[in-house]
Protein backbone atom coordinates (compact mmCIF):
# COMPACT_ATOMS: atom_id res chain seq x y z
CA UNK A 1 0.00 0.00 0.00
CA UNK A 2 2.90 2.31 0.23
CA UNK A 3 3.72 2.26 -3.36
CA UNK A 4 -0.20 3.68 -4.03
CA UNK A 5 0.64 6.23 -1.85
CA UNK A 6 3.45 7.20 -3.56
CA UNK A 7 2.02 7.52 -6.86
CA UNK A 8 -1.26 8.96 -5.19
CA UNK A 9 1.28 11.87 -4.58
CA UNK A 10 2.68 11.79 -8.06
CA UNK A 11 -0.80 11.86 -9.38
CA UNK A 12 -1.49 14.88 -7.24
CA UNK A 13 -4.85 12.78 -6.33
CA UNK A 14 -6.32 11.34 -3.23
CA UNK A 15 -8.80 8.65 -4.35
CA UNK A 16 -11.57 7.99 -2.43
CA UNK A 17 -12.07 4.75 -3.49
CA UNK A 18 -8.58 3.32 -3.15
CA UNK A 19 -9.24 -0.76 -4.54
CA UNK A 20 -10.31 1.67 -8.41
CA UNK A 21 -6.24 2.26 -8.37
CA UNK A 22 -5.40 -1.52 -6.50
CA UNK A 23 -7.21 -2.86 -9.54
CA UNK A 24 -5.50 0.10 -11.86
CA UNK A 25 -2.32 -1.19 -10.52
CA UNK A 26 -2.89 -5.14 -10.83
CA UNK A 27 -1.34 -7.31 -13.79
CA UNK A 28 -3.24 -10.65 -14.57
CA UNK A 29 -0.16 -12.64 -14.03
CA UNK A 30 -0.58 -11.28 -10.27
CA UNK A 31 -3.85 -13.12 -9.61
CA UNK A 32 -2.76 -16.72 -11.56
CA UNK A 33 0.51 -16.65 -9.62
CA UNK A 34 -1.68 -16.64 -6.53
CA UNK A 35 -4.48 -19.31 -7.70
CA UNK A 36 -7.07 -16.83 -7.11
CA UNK A 37 -10.18 -16.37 -9.51
CA UNK A 38 -9.42 -13.87 -12.55
CA UNK A 39 -12.21 -12.07 -14.55
CA UNK A 40 -14.14 -8.95 -14.90
CA UNK A 41 -12.41 -6.35 -11.73
CA UNK A 42 -10.14 -8.94 -10.53
CA UNK A 43 -7.18 -7.25 -12.85
CA UNK A 44 -6.66 -4.06 -14.95
CA UNK A 45 -7.81 -5.13 -18.64
CA UNK A 46 -11.44 -3.40 -17.94
CA UNK A 47 -9.94 -0.21 -16.85
CA UNK A 48 -7.18 -0.27 -19.45
CA UNK A 49 -10.18 -0.48 -22.02
CA UNK A 50 -11.99 2.61 -20.15
CA UNK A 51 -8.69 4.61 -19.95
CA UNK A 52 -8.03 3.81 -23.86
CA UNK A 53 -11.31 5.50 -25.12
CA UNK A 54 -11.01 8.33 -21.52
CA UNK A 55 -7.21 9.58 -23.56
CA UNK A 56 -8.70 9.29 -27.38
CA UNK A 57 -11.35 12.25 -25.69
CA UNK A 58 -8.75 14.13 -23.54
CA UNK A 59 -6.11 14.52 -26.10
CA UNK A 60 -8.26 15.65 -29.08
CA UNK A 61 -9.58 18.33 -26.83
CA UNK A 62 -6.16 18.76 -25.63
CA UNK A 63 -5.21 19.06 -29.19
CA UNK A 64 -8.46 21.15 -30.53
CA UNK A 65 -8.14 24.10 -27.60
CA UNK A 66 -4.40 24.40 -28.19
CA UNK A 67 -3.98 24.22 -31.68
CA UNK A 68 -6.71 26.31 -33.11
CA UNK A 69 -5.69 26.69 -36.67
CA UNK A 70 -4.55 22.80 -37.38
CA UNK A 71 -7.11 21.19 -39.80
CA UNK A 72 -8.56 17.94 -39.10
CA UNK A 73 -5.52 15.90 -40.45
CA UNK A 74 -3.12 17.82 -38.57
CA UNK A 75 -5.23 17.14 -35.21
CA UNK A 76 -5.42 13.73 -36.13
CA UNK A 77 -1.43 13.51 -36.61
CA UNK A 78 -0.45 14.70 -33.60
CA UNK A 79 -3.34 12.83 -31.64
CA UNK A 80 -1.51 9.42 -33.01
CA UNK A 81 1.44 10.55 -32.08
CA UNK A 82 0.03 11.00 -28.49
CA UNK A 83 -1.99 8.44 -27.61
CA UNK A 84 0.34 5.41 -28.77
CA UNK A 85 2.33 2.63 -27.19
CA UNK A 86 5.79 4.65 -27.06
CA UNK A 87 4.44 7.85 -25.63
CA UNK A 88 2.43 6.11 -22.88
CA UNK A 89 4.69 4.00 -21.71
CA UNK A 90 6.81 7.33 -21.35
CA UNK A 91 4.36 8.64 -19.29
CA UNK A 92 4.38 5.85 -17.36
CA UNK A 93 7.97 5.57 -16.50
CA UNK A 94 7.63 9.13 -15.54
CA UNK A 95 5.10 8.29 -12.90
CA UNK A 96 6.77 4.81 -11.98
CA UNK A 97 4.06 2.53 -12.49
CA UNK A 98 6.47 -0.37 -13.24
CA UNK A 99 7.45 -0.18 -9.39
CA UNK A 100 3.80 0.52 -8.39
CA UNK A 101 2.44 -2.77 -10.71
CA UNK A 102 1.02 -5.99 -8.69
CA UNK A 103 3.01 -8.43 -10.65
CA UNK A 104 4.06 -12.31 -10.73
CA UNK A 105 7.50 -12.90 -9.49
CA UNK A 106 7.71 -15.22 -12.90
CA UNK A 107 7.18 -11.72 -14.85
CA UNK A 108 9.01 -9.29 -12.60
CA UNK A 109 11.90 -11.80 -13.03
CA UNK A 110 11.75 -11.43 -17.04
CA UNK A 111 12.04 -7.60 -16.82
CA UNK A 112 8.12 -7.36 -17.09
CA UNK A 113 8.31 -3.94 -15.37
CA UNK A 114 10.11 -2.00 -18.08
CA UNK A 115 8.25 -3.22 -20.86
CA UNK A 116 6.45 -0.94 -22.88
CA UNK A 117 3.30 -2.33 -24.10
CA UNK A 118 2.90 -3.25 -20.37
CA UNK A 119 3.98 0.31 -18.75
CA UNK A 120 1.11 1.67 -21.26
CA UNK A 121 -1.24 -0.70 -20.43
CA UNK A 122 -0.82 0.19 -16.72
CA UNK A 123 -1.38 3.83 -17.81
CA UNK A 124 -4.51 3.86 -19.52
CA UNK A 125 -5.98 1.47 -16.88
CA UNK A 126 -4.59 3.87 -14.40
CA UNK A 127 -6.32 7.05 -16.39
CA UNK A 128 -9.52 5.15 -16.16
CA UNK A 129 -9.35 4.66 -12.35
CA UNK A 130 -8.88 8.75 -12.07
CA UNK A 131 -12.26 9.02 -14.67
CA UNK A 132 -14.24 7.04 -12.38
CA UNK A 133 -12.97 8.13 -8.61
CA UNK A 134 -12.44 11.81 -9.69
CA UNK A 135 -13.88 12.62 -12.84
CA UNK A 136 -13.31 13.88 -16.70
CA UNK A 137 -11.94 17.14 -15.39
CA UNK A 138 -9.12 15.19 -12.95
CA UNK A 139 -8.10 12.79 -15.88
CA UNK A 140 -7.38 15.89 -18.10
CA UNK A 141 -5.62 17.91 -15.22
CA UNK A 142 -3.18 14.80 -14.94
CA UNK A 143 -2.30 14.07 -18.09
CA UNK A 144 -1.59 17.84 -19.12
CA UNK A 145 0.67 18.04 -16.40
CA UNK A 146 2.91 15.06 -17.34
CA UNK A 147 2.78 15.76 -21.06
CA UNK A 148 5.19 18.64 -20.65
CA UNK A 149 6.52 20.54 -24.10
CA UNK A 150 4.23 19.03 -26.72
CA UNK A 151 7.00 19.32 -29.40
CA UNK A 152 9.50 17.15 -27.36
CA UNK A 153 7.21 14.21 -27.14
CA UNK A 154 6.15 14.36 -31.51
CA UNK A 155 9.97 14.55 -32.26
CA UNK A 156 11.10 11.62 -29.74
CA UNK A 157 8.09 9.54 -30.32
CA UNK A 158 8.96 8.25 -33.73
CA UNK A 159 12.34 9.99 -34.80
CA UNK A 160 13.79 8.59 -31.88
CA UNK A 161 12.42 5.46 -32.42
CA UNK A 162 13.48 5.78 -36.41
CA UNK A 163 17.01 6.77 -35.36
CA UNK A 164 17.17 3.67 -33.55
CA UNK A 165 15.88 1.51 -36.06
CA UNK A 166 17.86 3.19 -38.87
CA UNK A 167 20.83 2.29 -36.47
CA UNK A 168 20.27 -1.38 -35.92
CA UNK A 169 19.43 -1.94 -39.98
CA UNK A 170 22.22 0.57 -41.37
CA UNK A 171 24.60 1.78 -39.30
CA UNK A 172 23.34 5.03 -40.03
CA UNK A 173 21.12 7.97 -39.22
CA UNK A 174 17.97 8.91 -40.79
CA UNK A 175 18.37 11.85 -42.55
CA UNK A 176 15.47 14.37 -42.79
CA UNK A 177 14.71 16.55 -45.86
CA UNK A 178 11.95 19.53 -46.15
CA UNK A 179 10.48 18.82 -49.58
CA UNK A 180 8.18 21.65 -49.82
CA UNK A 181 6.58 24.25 -47.45
CA UNK A 182 3.42 26.64 -48.32
CA UNK A 183 0.79 28.90 -46.85
CA UNK A 184 0.37 31.95 -45.12
CA UNK A 185 2.46 33.13 -41.94
CA UNK A 186 -0.08 31.67 -39.52
CA UNK A 187 -0.73 28.69 -41.23
CA UNK A 188 2.21 27.20 -42.53
CA UNK A 189 2.57 23.99 -43.90
CA UNK A 190 5.41 21.68 -44.38
CA UNK A 191 5.91 18.26 -46.02
CA UNK A 192 9.64 16.26 -45.16
CA UNK A 193 11.08 12.69 -45.99
CA UNK A 194 12.97 10.29 -44.17
CA UNK A 195 15.62 8.46 -45.60
CA UNK A 196 16.88 5.38 -44.38
CA UNK A 197 20.20 3.60 -46.05
CA UNK A 198 19.93 6.54 -49.38
CA UNK A 199 15.97 5.70 -49.98
CA UNK A 200 13.34 7.68 -48.81
CA UNK A 201 11.19 5.33 -46.66
CA UNK A 202 8.73 7.73 -45.47
CA UNK A 203 6.73 11.10 -46.14
CA UNK A 204 4.64 13.18 -43.77
CA UNK A 205 3.11 17.18 -43.36
CA UNK A 206 2.99 19.29 -40.98
CA UNK A 207 2.36 22.63 -38.94
CA UNK A 208 5.56 23.34 -38.57
CA UNK A 209 9.18 21.55 -40.16
CA UNK A 210 9.55 19.78 -36.79
CA UNK A 211 5.82 18.76 -36.77
CA UNK A 212 6.44 17.14 -40.47
CA UNK A 213 9.38 15.41 -40.24
CA UNK A 214 7.89 14.01 -37.14
CA UNK A 215 5.25 12.42 -39.46
CA UNK A 216 7.56 11.71 -41.92
CA UNK A 217 9.01 8.93 -39.72
CA UNK A 218 6.27 7.40 -38.21
CA UNK A 219 5.37 6.30 -42.43
CA UNK A 220 9.29 5.05 -42.22
CA UNK A 221 8.73 3.42 -39.17
CA UNK A 222 5.53 1.66 -40.84
CA UNK A 223 7.38 1.20 -43.88
CA UNK A 224 10.26 -0.29 -42.56
CA UNK A 225 8.42 -2.97 -40.43
CA UNK A 226 6.73 -3.87 -43.49
CA UNK A 227 10.59 -4.70 -44.92
CA UNK A 228 13.02 -7.87 -43.22
CA UNK A 229 15.39 -6.66 -41.21
CA UNK A 230 18.19 -8.34 -43.41
CA UNK A 231 16.60 -7.24 -46.59
CA UNK A 232 16.96 -3.18 -45.55
CA UNK A 233 20.59 -4.41 -44.54
CA UNK A 234 21.54 -4.88 -48.13
CA UNK A 235 19.90 -2.27 -49.36
CA UNK A 236 22.07 0.16 -46.90
CA UNK A 237 24.89 -1.72 -48.09
CA UNK A 238 24.70 -1.42 -51.88
CA UNK A 239 24.00 1.91 -50.99
CA UNK A 240 27.32 2.78 -48.84
CA UNK A 241 28.77 1.17 -51.60
CA UNK A 242 27.39 3.40 -54.21
CA UNK A 243 28.81 5.95 -52.24
CA UNK A 244 32.08 5.19 -52.16
CA UNK A 245 31.96 4.69 -55.96
CA UNK A 246 30.60 8.24 -56.32
CA UNK A 247 33.84 9.45 -54.16
CA UNK A 248 36.21 7.62 -56.84
CA UNK A 249 34.30 8.06 -59.72
CA UNK A 250 36.13 11.40 -61.51
CA UNK A 251 39.08 9.91 -60.88
CA UNK A 252 38.39 6.95 -62.75
CA UNK A 253 36.36 8.16 -65.91
CA UNK A 254 39.54 10.82 -66.53
CA UNK A 255 41.79 7.84 -66.65
CA UNK A 256 39.33 5.76 -68.65
CA UNK A 257 38.65 9.27 -71.24
CA UNK A 258 42.55 9.70 -71.46
CA UNK A 259 42.72 6.07 -72.52
CA UNK A 260 39.90 5.81 -74.86
CA UNK A 261 40.52 9.21 -76.20
CA UNK A 262 43.96 8.09 -76.84
CA UNK A 263 43.04 5.19 -78.75
CA UNK A 264 40.66 6.83 -81.33
CA UNK A 265 42.91 9.96 -81.67
CA UNK A 266 45.58 7.36 -82.61
CA UNK A 267 43.27 5.72 -85.73
CA UNK A 268 41.47 8.50 -86.56
CA UNK A 269 44.83 10.35 -87.28
CA UNK A 270 45.69 7.05 -89.55
CA UNK A 271 42.60 7.58 -91.31
CA UNK A 272 43.27 10.86 -92.39
CA UNK A 273 46.72 9.71 -93.02
CA UNK A 274 45.01 8.02 -95.50
CA UNK A 275 42.55 10.01 -96.82
CA UNK A 276 44.99 13.28 -97.51
CA UNK A 277 46.94 11.11 -100.25
CA UNK A 278 43.59 10.87 -102.15
CA UNK A 279 41.62 13.94 -101.33
CA UNK A 280 42.09 17.58 -101.19
CA UNK A 281 42.21 18.74 -97.47
CA UNK A 282 39.46 21.08 -96.57
CA UNK A 283 40.38 21.12 -92.53
CA UNK A 284 39.74 24.59 -91.31
CA UNK A 285 41.51 25.87 -88.84
CA UNK A 286 40.01 24.79 -85.20
CA UNK A 287 38.27 21.38 -86.70
CA UNK A 288 40.83 19.24 -85.23
CA UNK A 289 40.73 20.58 -82.36
CA UNK A 290 36.83 19.96 -82.13
CA UNK A 291 37.19 16.55 -83.68
CA UNK A 292 39.37 15.74 -80.45
CA UNK A 293 36.69 16.91 -77.84
CA UNK A 294 34.02 15.26 -79.72
CA UNK A 295 36.15 11.87 -79.39
CA UNK A 296 36.75 12.69 -75.84
CA UNK A 297 33.32 13.57 -75.19
CA UNK A 298 32.20 9.90 -76.81
CA UNK A 299 34.86 8.42 -74.88
CA UNK A 300 33.63 9.62 -72.04
CA UNK A 301 29.78 8.75 -72.30
CA UNK A 302 31.23 5.21 -73.14
CA UNK A 303 33.10 4.66 -70.02
CA UNK A 304 29.90 6.06 -67.76
CA UNK A 305 27.54 4.31 -69.68
CA UNK A 306 29.71 0.96 -69.95
CA UNK A 307 30.39 0.96 -66.28
CA UNK A 308 33.19 -1.36 -65.16
CA UNK A 309 32.36 -3.81 -67.80
CA UNK A 310 35.42 -2.75 -69.78
CA UNK A 311 37.49 -2.90 -66.87
CA UNK A 312 37.10 -6.00 -66.00
CA UNK A 313 35.52 -7.97 -69.19
CA UNK A 314 38.19 -8.04 -71.39
CA UNK A 315 36.76 -7.54 -75.24
CA UNK A 316 35.10 -10.49 -76.50
CA UNK A 317 37.81 -12.57 -79.01
CA UNK A 318 36.70 -12.17 -82.98
CA UNK A 319 35.26 -15.87 -84.27
CA UNK A 320 37.76 -18.21 -85.27
CA UNK A 321 37.76 -18.37 -89.05
CA UNK A 322 37.64 -22.10 -90.37
CA UNK A 323 40.50 -23.16 -92.19
CA UNK A 324 40.57 -25.37 -94.80
CA UNK A 325 42.23 -28.82 -94.72
CA UNK A 326 45.83 -28.54 -95.83
CA UNK A 327 46.34 -30.48 -99.66
CA UNK A 328 48.63 -33.24 -99.89
CA UNK A 329 51.30 -32.79 -102.55
CA UNK A 330 51.57 -35.90 -104.95
CA UNK A 331 54.99 -34.78 -106.51
CA UNK A 332 53.97 -37.23 -109.26
CA UNK A 333 55.59 -35.46 -111.77
CA UNK A 334 58.85 -35.29 -110.57
CA UNK A 335 59.40 -39.19 -109.98
CA UNK A 336 57.69 -39.23 -113.55
CA UNK A 337 60.62 -37.48 -115.05
CA UNK A 338 63.28 -38.47 -113.24
CA UNK A 339 62.09 -42.23 -114.04
CA UNK A 340 61.98 -40.96 -118.46
CA UNK A 341 65.58 -39.72 -118.05
CA UNK A 342 67.24 -43.11 -116.27
CA UNK A 343 65.34 -45.11 -119.29
CA UNK A 344 66.65 -42.82 -122.14
CA UNK A 345 70.00 -42.26 -121.05
CA UNK A 346 73.05 -44.65 -122.44
CA UNK A 347 75.26 -46.34 -120.70
CA UNK A 348 78.63 -45.52 -120.73
CA UNK A 349 80.81 -47.31 -123.16
Do not use: C
Not at 14 to 38: D, I, K, Q, V, Y
Amino acid sequence: MAGFEALQERLGVRFRRLELLREAMTHASWNNERGEPSGPGRDNERLEYLGDAVLELVVGEYLFRRFPTYDEGQLTQLRAALVNTVSLARLGERLNLGETLLLGKGAAKTGARKLPSLLANAFEAMTGAIFLDQGYRVATRVFIQNIGDLADWTDENHKGRLQEVSQERTGLPPVYRVSAEGGPGHNRSYAAEAVVGGAVVGKGRGPTKQAAQQAAARAALDSLAKVPANAAARAAGAARQAARDVATEPARVRRRVAEVAADRGASAGSGRDRRSATATPTTEPGQGRKRGLLATLRAAADVIVGGRRDEVEPPPAPPAVPQPPPRKRTRRGHRGGRGRGAGTGSSPS
